[in-house]
């Protein structure tokens, strides 16, 4: 590829730090871009360290740093849509809007303010030009294990011509390698997890700042009998075993419990002992999107996943609004699944996302 300007988000990550480090061995002039997109008052917030670490680093690589914040955009185009999902009771994924909006939305504008020709960020995915269709492709990476795809299936052609993968073909202990013989702080920093931008939390006490608690009962989902107290739909997941404080009930086994649904009309959660009441077959979907702008036809089969990290299962898909076929997004499109063999947790508000092989079509929220 010829010489050109690759602004790179630099987060205070190794990832990012060998990106461009690779960007600029390849000998295009690169510029470094911080995003600032999460403010509070607490004390958990670790952006002004990380924001210290990307400095650093760009100064070591001798380019060009700026900061940018982009707090406003992702509370507007993410944290209030992540919130208003769990007052609903549904189980979000902020990260996906985060990588349409953010960093592959807000971010690129800024990129083109300073007169770039691409972005680069530290996701492990792949890019591909497919030569009979003339477009775009996203593509699992080398390092299987690190495949970020499933967070990037919601962005667009457009968005996805602009941007690059430098740690496309690496595997995540190279990335590390490279990082320690350049000796980059960041070498054997910790990978970070948590709610895009906003990092690690508690997610139970994160919630209760910005969504009030309303108590109901946990019901076994078999003989309708109470077996606890929750403190609000809002703070629950389907499968979810941890933080459930249920023990101690007259007439089962000292067995864990699993969240299995979840009734909003009589503000119940229904749990079961029993953990093959995760299992599912089918499933509906809306908002879908397509990476090529559309999808493969009206009905096809392929594989999907229900999660991030989730294996890929075979399933069928049918597109019950036509209009959902040809649309980058339609919000009121609506799709039925139906799997090969069992699912595991089901989750409203979470991500369903399609593949072809190592190709990933796009994808859409389950219902």
Not at 325 to 331: A, G, H, L, P
């Given at each position: 590829m010829a010489r050109k300007k690759i602004v790179v988000g630099l987060s205070g990550g190794v990832d990012s730090s060998v990106t461009a480090k690779l960007l600029i061995d390849q000998g295009h002039e690169v510029v470094g871009i911080f995003m600032k997109n999460w403010e509070d008052d607490s004390p958990e917030c670790t952006a002004p360290q990380d924001c210290t670490t990307a400095e650093k680093i760009a100064q070591k690589l001798k380019i060009p740093f700026y900061t940018v914040n982009f707090s406003r955009e992702y509370w507007e185009n993410v944290f209030e849509?992540?919130?208003?999902?769990?007052?609903?009771?549904?189980?979000?994924?902020?990260?996906?809007?985060?990588?349409?909006?953010?960093?592959?939305?807000a971010f690129l504008r800024e990129a083109e303010k300073l007169g770039a020709d691409l972005i680069a960020t530290g996701h492990y995915a792949k890019k591909y030009m497919n030569p009979k269709t003339k477009k775009y492709e996203l593509h699992i990476p080398v390092d299987r294990e690190k495949d970020q795809t499933y967070f990037l299936h919601a962005i667009t052609q457009s968005q996805l011509a602009k941007a690059l993968f430098p740690l496309q073909d690496l595997q995540k202990s190279e990335v590390r390698r490279i990082a320690r013989e350049n000796n980059f702080s960041t070498a054997d920093k910790k990978d970070s997890t948590g709610i895009c931008f906003i990092g690690e939390r508690n997610y139970m006490q994160f919630l209760q700042r910005y969504i009030r608690k309303d108590p109901g009962d946990f019901v076994d989902i078999d003989t309708g009998k109470k077996v606890g107290e929750h403190i609000g739909l809002s703070f629950y997941t389907i499968g979810q075993r941890k933080n459930l404080q249920i023990g101690g009930v007259k007439g089962f086994e000292e067995k864990p419990w699993f969240v299995i649904e979840k009734d909003a009309k009589n503000n119940q959660i229904l749990v079961s002992q029993n953990e093959e009441k995760l299992l599912g077959k089918e499933l509906t979907a809306h908002k879908l999107t397509w990476i090529g702008g559309n999808a493969p036809s009206e009905n096809f089969e392929c594989e999907a996943r229900i999660r991030y990290r989730s294996k890929k299962a075979k399933c069928y898909v049918k597109i019950e609004r036509r209009d959902a076929?040809?649309?980058?997004?339609?919000?009121d499109s609506m799709t039925h699944i139906t799997f090969d063999s069992p699912v595991r947790a089901i989750s409203p508000g979470q991500s369903i996302v399609f593949y072809d092989g190592d190709v990933c079509l796009g994808g859409g929220e389950i219902v």
């Open positions: 849509y992540f919130l208003e999902e769990n007052r609903q009771g549904r189980t979000p994924n902020p990260d996906i809007l985060c990588n349409r909006h953010i960093k592959f939305g076929i040809n649309r980058v997004s339609s919000q």
